[in-house]
């Protein structure tokens, strides 16, 4: 069964750091591109990809808004994706999930190639 189980949210202070895992079952996870994604709380808010990794972890991509401050990794061996946070700001909190790029071996940044979700793990950043 296809699953994406993302955790490690929570409340934190303005310039702490999180880290989230997603653990990955149910398909081949090392010949898929995996991503994180976003949305914040609020009417109109859109879903953000934030940073994306190809499938071996040669080519990874951040959105303007977390470049410098988050960090993705992958462990194949464990089918494991993560999403070093740092620096965090009241405008990174946000329903955080992860993602599965639509087709084997595609390598992209484009939130229309990621066509499967995990539930999400929520994040909130506050004094």
């Known amino acids: 069964e296809f699953q994406l189980v993302e955790s490690g949210g929570g409340l934190v202070q303005p310039g702490w750091s999180l880290r989230l895992p997603c653990a990955a079952s149910g398909f081949t996870f090392s010949i898929y591109t995996m991503a994180w994604v976003r949305q914040a709380p609020g009417p109109g808010k859109v879903r953000e990809l934030i940073?994306?990794?190809?499938?071996?972890?040669?080519?990874?991509d951040y959105s303007d808004s977390v470049k410098g401050r988050f960090t993705i990794s992958r462990d194949n061996a464990n089918n494991m994706l993560y999403l070093q946070l740092s620096s965090l700001k009241t405008e990174d909190t946000a329903m955080y999930y992860c993602?599965?790029?639509?087709?084997?071996?595609?390598?992209?940044?484009?939130?229309?190639?990621?066509?499967?979700w995990g539930r999400g793990t929520q994040v909130t950043v506050s004094s």
């Open positions: 993602a599965k790029a639509r087709s084997p071996f595609l390598t992209t940044d484009r939130l229309s190639n990621y066509d499967s």
């Open positions: 940073s994306s990794i190809s499938f071996r972890g040669q080519t990874i």
